[in-house]
């Protein structure tokens, strides 16, 4: 019985790791953090960006507003994407969850 929890632990350590090294190979030649920098550089601008166009989405006056609030909404819309498209990226690159995007 001893035998079988210790080999369950030691399956969760070795899960843990694999967890923290991401979908890098030992094989992989690049940099990783030459390639998850300018991943991180994307998510940041998309982060700054997608709250800026739903404050000119809510703010939009005049005539025209409805088809320049629609707008402003659907590149907000956008932006959001970009950042869960980036933050996926680097996730699967081996980057924490819990990384600041900023560099």
Avoid: W
């Avoid at 632990?9 to 899960?15: N, S």
């Avoid at 998510?43 to 703010?59: I, M, Q």
């Avoid at 909404?73 to 924490?96: C, F, K, P, T, Y």
Wanted: charged letters at 25%; proline letters at 5%.
């Amino acid at each position: 019985m001893n035998d079988f929890v210790s080999d369950i632990q030691a399956i969760r350590e070795r899960a843990r790791r694999h967890l923290e090294e991401g979908a890098v190979t030992p094989s992989y030649g690049a940099d990783k953090d030459v390639v998850i920098r300018p991943l991180n550089e994307a998510l940041a601008t998309e982060l700054v960006c997608t709250p800026r166009y739903k404050r000119h989405y809510f703010t939009a006056r005049g005539l025209t507003s409805a088809g320049v609030a629609a707008e402003f909404l659907e590149h907000a819309n956008e932006e959001q994407v970009h950042a869960i498209r980036s933050r996926s990226a680097s996730s699967n690159s081996g980057e924490s969850q819990t990384s600041h995007p900023i560099p």
